[in-house]
């Protein structure tokens, strides 16, 4: 389901898509929906662009529509409205975005944003009753040259021939060069995060290859250097630290 019908015609061509049912909606509004007529909820960079009273009541109605009780989410690792100003105002102005000091502030601001945010779904799951798993995750691509030239990375690193560890839509990154890389190629490590509520009685293993937080974890002392440091020794990636 998307509210964009222009998004749904260019996800219908293709073909890896073809056996999917598409349609057309909003998911802050499920009442179309029948009791318990989905078996599982799952969506990709949905929960940190709602308010908090949308974020809430979206996760009520998948109360009563989810027969199975799990919601999976996977998420960038940033959530602008969440946090202090909204950095992404300067999309325009590229001189300011250009600058590294507005780069980092916007980053770390983004950040903060998304770390409200997992606090936020933390004491809701224990007022409603319902359990959650916050994870870490890392993704990988690599990209030719040209292809790599026309993402907004680009405008941040120039040797496409380095890999590139991230935080997700974040400008601030970390390069290192990699030996078996074909020449003019770019391959990028993404780090983004993961969210899963359970309402019910359901209940799923651990995802291989992810870092879950402790209950401990202070999410609002994390920063961005420490995530990416700690990546780095997490999944033994060829990065040096950061400073």
């Not at 890896?16 to 078996?39: A, P, Q, Y």
């Not at 001189?95 to 606090?119: D, H, I, P, V, W």
């Not at 691509?141 to 030239?149: A, D, H, M, S």
């Not at 074909?182 to 990028?188: A, L, P, V, Y």
Request: net charge negative.
């Amino acid at each position: 389901m998307d509210i964009s019908k222009e998004l749904i015609e260019e996800n219908k061509k293709s073909k890896e898509l073809s056996h999917v049912n598409f349609f057309t909606g909003d998911c802050t509004n499920l009442s179309f929906l029948k009791d318990k007529e989905i078996d599982y909820v799952t969506g990709v960079n949905i929960l940190n662009i709602l308010y908090p009273e949308m974020a809430e009541s979206l996760l009520e109605q998948l109360t009563r529509v989810a027969s199975n009780g799990l919601f999976a989410f996977t998420l960038p690792a940033r959530a602008d409205m969440w946090s202090n100003d909204l950095p992404e105002v300067a999309e325009f102005d590229k001189e300011r975005l250009n600058k590294a000091e507005y780069l980092e502030k916007a980053s770390n601001n983004t950040f903060l944003g998304q770390m409200r945010f997992l606090m936020f779904i933390k004491r809701l799951c224990k007022e409603k009753g319902w359990r959650y798993r916050i994870f870490r995750f890392l993704d990988s691509i690599t990209l030719k040259g040209t292809q790599f030239n026309t993402m907004l990375d680009a405008r941040y690193l120039k040797p496409p021939e380095n890999a590139i560890l991230k935080l997700l839509e974040f400008p601030i990154r970390k390069t290192a060069h990699m030996q078996r890389l074909q020449e003019g190629s770019c391959h990028i490590y993404a780090l983004g995060y993961g969210l899963e509520i359970f309402f019910d009685n359901e209940h799923a293993s651990h995802i291989e290859n992810v870092f879950y937080f402790d209950e401990e974890v202070e999410l609002d002392k994390l920063s961005i250097l420490s995530e990416l440091n700690d990546s780095i020794r997490y999944w033994d990636l060829s990065f040096e630290k950061l400073d």
